[in-house]
């Protein structure tokens, strides 16, 4: 597969997993006036609530999708409708030049500190980790929502209260179905750590990584991410999805042999909304 087709296949699994986050409660995503649009081949969200770049952006351009003029004309239309700048989030390497050079003469510039490491696991055989002494991991349904997404929430703190509402309404409406799973991890029957499994044919996304302060520096999140692969594996999935701006998490993909695939960055537009 060349490498401008795999990252086609992560932006369309990181697509989902944050369509996912954001429409998880569809009360909250009506109050929060989230826009999800599949247009052109990208995937894109506006959310009135918030001018947070990370919640209003667009993914997919020249992988995804064409690099057209017409593609951003179509782009820009819709987020000047929702008073917000254009923002494209572009996979540097695997992005083809021509449209780079095309967001240039359209005014785009790169915005520092917005760079997100795609990670992706696509070897023969499955890593093998360390085991962790008083380690058990446990499918979390309806029942442990609650848990989970209190839980998730204490290393994700500076996402806000509204964080933890929408986790727990995602595990609680769609843990159980096919297309996600959520995890948690338990020290001696203690929980200590959570992980999500989005099942994005051909490709196994994992998100919502994370492992309390007390409980960190034994290798826990690394067995978490090889027992959410053994569970990709076992439905047929050999493509595995990481994103990552922690250093911590991007070694412990590595250690478990996951390589860099490419570094996305926010390309946003020097124009004003309209």
């Given at each position: 597969?060349?490498?401008?087709?795999?990252?086609?296949?992560?932006?369309?699994?990181?697509?989902?997993?944050?369509?996912?986050?954001?429409?998880?409660?569809?009360?909250?995503?009506?109050?929060?006036?989230?826009?999800?649009?599949?247009?052109?081949g990208l995937v894109s969200w506006t959310m009135a609530s918030t001018d947070n770049g990370f919640l209003n952006r667009a993914l997919g351009f020249g992988t995804m999708s064409e690099a057209t003029s017409a593609v951003l004309d179509r782009l820009e239309r819709r987020f000047a409708a929702a008073s917000r700048q254009p923002r494209i989030a572009v996979a540097m390497?695997?992005?083809?030049?021509?449209?780079?050079?095309?967001?240039?003469?359209?005014?785009?510039?790169p915005e520092e500190g917005t760079e997100e490491h795609i990670y992706c696991y696509d070897r023969a055989r499955l890593p093998t980790p360390r085991a962790v002494d008083g380690l058990s991991i446990e499918g979390v349904g309806p029942v442990g929502?609650?848990?989970?997404?209190?839980?998730?929430?204490?290393?994700?703190?500076?996402?806000?209260?509204?964080?933890?509402?929408?986790?727990?309404?995602?595990v609680r409406r769609r843990a159980r179905g096919r297309a996600l799973r959520a995890y948690l991890g338990r020290i001696d029957g203690v929980a200590a750590a959570t992980g999500m499994l989005f099942d994005v044919r051909p490709v196994a996304g994992l998100g919502n990584g994370s492992v309390l302060p007390r409980f960190r520096g034994r290798g826990i999140q690394s067995a978490?991410?090889?027992?959410?692969?053994?569970?990709?594996?076992?439905?047929?999935?050999?493509?595995?999805?990481?994103?990552?701006?922690?250093?911590?998490?991007?070694?412990?993909?590595?250690?478990?042999?996951?390589?860099?695939?490419?570094?996305?960055v926010d390309w946003v537009s020097s124009r004003s909304a309209r």
């Open positions: 597969m060349r490498r401008s087709e795999l990252a086609a296949l992560m932006q369309r699994t990181e697509g989902v997993e944050i369509t996912s986050y954001l429409v998880a409660d569809p009360r909250v995503a009506k109050e929060s006036g989230v826009r999800v649009s599949r247009a052109g390497g695997p992005t083809p030049r021509a449209a780079l050079r095309l967001l240039e003469r359209r005014g785009y510039v929502a609650a848990e989970y997404a209190t839980i998730a929430f204490r290393s994700f703190t500076d996402r806000g209260p509204w964080f933890r509402g929408i986790v727990e309404s995602l978490m991410i090889a027992h959410r692969m053994r569970a990709g594996a076992e439905r047929g999935l050999r493509i595995f999805f990481g994103q990552t701006q922690n250093p911590v998490s991007a070694h412990n993909l590595e250690e478990l042999g996951w390589r860099l695939l490419y570094t996305e």
